[in-house]
């Protein structure tokens, strides 16, 4: 089975510059997460989409920071203008809603993630 | 809101050593607790759960058990190889259907 699948894996883009990262999610998973990596932050959760609707995006870091799931199987995360601070790992996870009283325990399904630097 | 603390790292252990990761959490209500592991280079994947509790999750010689009673997940194993070197997050997710990760903690082992 397919898992997560985010594109693309490597990016070095200058600063200022437009970057996009996309995710494909695991078919039937109606839960999706984007994560960013660093080593000083950790994970940090910054939105989290349930049926393709932003539940929660208050780890957004600011306005240069944009993320859409136009359907059940895409969603990108922009940021514009790009940073040298935004270098890190971005990670996309997806996974069942949890439903109370069934074995779906919510965990998540990640990808490979995308390493982006920007110079 | 949650939380989830985890010992920290790195842990550098010889191989066939005792591993123990401490991990602890906050929540309301009965979340479901879990360990994932994240190899270099790669996304995190989940190695074990447990979902309500006294439950213990295992996996690949790992185990851990919820104790709700001490609010805590320590994650063991009996004899550590060199492929275990990882980082482990320690991880809830409950009712706000939001996960919290711990920081992680690398694992070193060497032959």
């Known amino acids: 089975d397919a898992g997560v699948i985010q594109s693309p894996r490597h990016e070095v883009t200058e600063m200022g510059q437009e970057v996009t990262l996309r995710c494909k999610p695991i078919s039937g998973h109606n839960s999706l997460f984007w994560y960013r990596q660093t080593m000083m932050r950790g994970l940090e959760l910054l939105i989290y989409?349930?049926?393709?609707?932003?539940?929660?995006d208050s780890g957004m870091p600011e306005d240069r920071f944009s993320a859409k799931m136009p359907n059940a199987s895409f969603s990108t995360l922009k940021i514009q203008p790009s940073e040298p601070r935004d270098s890190a790992v971005y990670f996309c996870?997806?996974?069942?809603?949890?439903?109370?009283?069934?074995?779906?325990?919510?965990?998540?399904?990640f990808g490979e993630g995308s390493r982006l630097t920007v110079l | 809101g949650n939380s989830v603390t985890q010992m920290e790292g790195p842990v550098t252990l010889s191989e066939e050593a005792f591993l123990t990761i401490n991990c602890t959490y906050t929540a309301t209500g009965y979340p479901s607790l879990f360990w994932y592991v994240q190899y270099p280079g790669e996304g995190l994947q989940l190695l074990l759960k447990a979902t309500k509790a006294d439950d213990k999750g295992s996996n690949k010689g790992f185990e851990a058990t919820y104790r709700k009673e001490t609010t805590s997940f320590h994650l063991e194993k009996g004899s550590v190889q060199v492929s275990d070197s990882a980082v482990y997050f320690c991880?809830?997710?409950?009712?706000?259907?939001?996960?919290?990760f711990g920081r992680g903690t690398s694992l070193i082992v060497h032959p």
């Open positions: 989409f349930n049926n393709n609707v932003p539940i929660d």
């Open positions: 996870a997806s996974s069942l809603a949890i439903k109370p009283g069934t074995l779906n325990t919510g965990e998540l399904f």
């Open positions: 991880a809830l997710r409950g009712g706000s259907y939001i996960p919290t």
